[in-house]
C-alpha cells in the first residue's frame, strides 16, 4: 500500500471529571454540543477539511455512545478502504487488558496501528476542544521547518495561563522552553494539545517513555520536555481562530453561548469547512402560536410552545406552553414541561423537567450554572438552585 504523508490519532478516552452529570455515563467527546452536534466532531470533521484520511480513535471511559456515534465514519467521510476512522480501545494482552496510563502510554499502545498504516507524520489530537483548524497548514509548516515535533499554540489570557502547558519560543518559531501548567508562567504562549511528530521520532520517544518507570506517560509533562532536553526540532504554529476547551461546565456552556447572535464567535454554517455530524431524520422544528424564540438556536424535531430566549436547543426538545428557557442549553430528546423556567441552566439528554420547576436563577452568573444529568425526570414544581446538579441514580 502506498505510504501515508499523515495520520491523525485522536485521544477520545477522558473520563471528563468536571462535567459532573454529563459524563457519568458517556465519553466526554461524545457529550452533545451546539444543537445537533458532538464535541468529537470537530477533531474529525477538520480532519476531513484537511485532507487527513486516516484517524485512530483512543477510547477508553464509557466508549459504547461514542463508539456507536463514530461508527464507520460515513459522516465525515472517512469510511474508506484503506484507511478511515478506527475506534481503538486500550490494548488487550494475555494478561489482560491495561487501561491507559497517560496520553503518550495510549498512543504507544497503538504503535500497531501506526505500522498497520505506516505514514511519515502523525497528528496527535484531543477530542475534548471546540474549534476549526486546517491541519494541513500546520503539516506544511511542519515540513518546511524540518521539525521533530510541531506543536498547534495560541494566546491566552495571562491571568489563564497556569491552566495550559506553556511555551516559548524564537523568531524562528523554534521552541525554547516549555512548562506544563506552571504556577508563574512567563509567557502566554499556550499548546493546544496539537502535535504532529515526525513519525520514527514518535516512535522511538514512546519507547523510551514507556521503560520509564517514573514517567506520567504523558506528552505535556514527558514527551516535549524530553526532546527539548536533546536539543531536538520544536516548532510552534501559531493559530489565530476561535478555541474553547470545554473540559467544565462553564466552558461548555460558554461556548454554546458563542455560537448565538448576528456574528457568533464561531461560525457552523461556512459552506467552505463544514462541521459534520451523524444525526437521526426527524421533521422540522416548529413554533406555535404562542411560542416565542429569540436570539437562540435549534435544530429538528423541536417543538416550541413557551419562551426559548439567548438559548441552545438539540434535537426533539419540547417546550411546553407557559414554560420558559433563557440563556440554557437543553440538549436532545428533552422535554420542558408547562410552567418550568430555566435560567442559566444546562439539562443533558431524554430528559423531562417537571410543570413548575425552577431551574437556576434569573440574577445568576455563568458560574453558578444548574444542571441536570442524562435520562432524569424532575417532578413537577422541584427547584433546582443556581450551581445545584442532578444527576439519575441507577
Known sequence: MKKKKCIAMLLAGGQGTRLYAL????????????????????????????????????????????????????????????????????????????????????????????????????????????????????????VANKADCTIAVIDVPMEEASRFGILDFAADKKITSFEEKPKAPKSNHAS????????????????????????????????????????????????????????????????????????????????????????????????GSDGKFKNSLMTTGCEINGSVIDSVLGEGVVVEEGALVKSSVVMRGTRICKGARLNYAMVDENCVIGKNCVLGDENSSKNKIALVGGGVTLKDGTLLKAGEIVERED
Not at 192 to 213: A, Q, S, T
Not at 215 to 222: A, I, T, V
Not at 280 to 285: C, N, V
Request: proline share 6%.
Open 192 to 287: 493546544m494539545g496539537i502535535y504532529i511528530f515526525k513519525k520514527d521520532v514518535l516512535v522511538k520517544e514512546l519507547i523510551e517513555d514507556e521503560k520509564n518507570p517514573q514517567s506520567s506517560n504523558d506528552f505535556g509533562k514527558n514527551i516535549i520536555p524530553s526532546l527539548l532536553s536533546k536539543k531536538m526540532g520544536v516548532y510552534a504554529y501559531g493559530f489565530k481562530g476561535y478555541w474553547k476547551d470545554v473540559g467544565t461546565v462553564t466552558s461548555l456552556w460558554e461556548a454554546n453561548m458563542d455560537l448565538l447572535g448576528e456574528e457568533p464567535l464561531i461560525n457552523l454554517n461556512d459552506p467552505n469547512f463544514k462541521i459534520y455530524s451523524r444525526n437521526d431524520p426527524l421533521p422540522p422544528s416548529y413554533i
Open 23 to 142: 459524563t457519568s455515563r458517556v465519553a466526554k467527546p461524545a457529550v452533545s454540543f451546539g444543537a445537533k452536534y458532538r464535541i468529537i466532531d470537530f477533531p474529525l470533521s477538520n480532519c476531513t477539511n484537511s485532507d487527513i484520511d486516516t484517524v485512530g480513535v483512543l477510547t477508553q471511559y464509557q466508549p459504547l455512545i461514542l463508539n456507536e456515534y463514530v461508527g464507520n465514519g460515513e459522516p465525515w467521510d472517512l469510511d474508506r478502504s484503506y484507511g478511515g476512522v478506527h475506534t481503538l480501545p486500550p490494548y488487550q494482552a494475555k494478561k489482560g487488558g491495561e487501561w491507559y496510563k497517560g496520553t503518550a502510554n495510549a498512543i504507544y499502545q497503538n504503535l500497531h496501528f501506526l505500522d498497520e498504516y505506516d505514514s511519515e507524520h502523525v497528528l496527535i489530537l484531543s477530542g475534548d476542544h471546540i474549534y476549526k483548524m486546517d491541519y494541513s497548514k500546520m503539516l506544511a509548516e511542519h
